[in-house]
């Protein structure tokens, strides 16, 4: 657990740029871990498709080599890759991201949920919001489910427990209100996370994979139940 003093509360509109700054930076670091991870398998793959063409076409291409400078030789080669890299990021940081966070993206996204809490640490004069997550109405079932949203943590804050009070604080009213059920979805990049929803009783129920940009980037999504 932390050692400092954590305080769980409602959020409130004046939280709205701050929340939606941290929430936007921890999708971010998700969104490079994918990327990078499908640049590093999409170079293996290629190595390993055209190994044999590449060691067939070296002899041919050893007078080219010679007669180019090489760090220009190595800029071309990589420049494929970069661009794969590059136009990922841009694809998922103005398109996936807004849509992420399309359901807090108002002036008062309170109303988009059943509850939104904070997690603030510091002095009655300045407190610092350090963590979020949010319940809102799952699908159209006839009983009554909640799904879980927006849980986030500052980078500078994970690990000391804050998650573990906010997720706690979720299930608390879920069981409270009479929820049957909790959902979620998170991307296999979030690891941590999946570890700990696992810990407090969710269990997997569906993996597959989303593809954007034409098929070129991959992810898998871990949708997770807890029933109360």
């Known amino acids: 657990m932390s050692e400092y003093e954590v305080l769980i509360r409602e959020f409130e509109v004046e939280d709205y740029n701050r929340v939606r700054d941290m929430i936007t930076s921890g999708l971010r670091e998700a969104v490079a871990l994918i990327v990078k991870t499908q ?22 291409v050893v007078g080219l080599i010679s007669s180019i400078d090489l760090m220009s030789l190595a800029a071309v080669s990589f420049l494929t890759l970069f661009i794969y890299y590059v136009s990922g990021l841009l694809y998922m940081n103005f ?48 009983e009554y489910k909640l799904e879980l949203k927006r849980m986030s943590v500052d980078k500078k804050y994970r690990r ?44 997997i129920r569906r993996i597959f994979t989303e593809k954007v940009m034409y098929g070129m980037i991959h992810y898998t999504i871990v949708e997770m139940s807890h029933t109360n």
């Open 95 to 142: 398109y996936c991201l807004p849509m992420e966070l399309e359901d807090i993206n108002s002036g008062c996204p309170i109303d988009r949920y059943e509850k939104f809490w904070v997690a603030e640490v510091g002095s009655p004069a300045r407190r610092e919001i350090i963590g979020s997550v949010a319940l809102r109405m799952a699908g159209d079932s006839n």
């Open 39 to 60: 640049v590093i398998n999409k170079a293996g793959v290629w190595i390993s498709l055209h190994s044999q063409a590449i060691l067939l076409g070296f002899v041919a």
């Open 160 to 203: 000391d427990g804050t998650a573990s009070l906010l997720l706690r604080k979720a299930l608390d009213y879920s069981l409270e209100k009479g929820a049957k059920e909790v959902v979620l979805a998170s991307s296999s990049a979030q690891m941590p996370a999946i570890h700990l929803y696992s810990k407090f009783g969710f269990k």
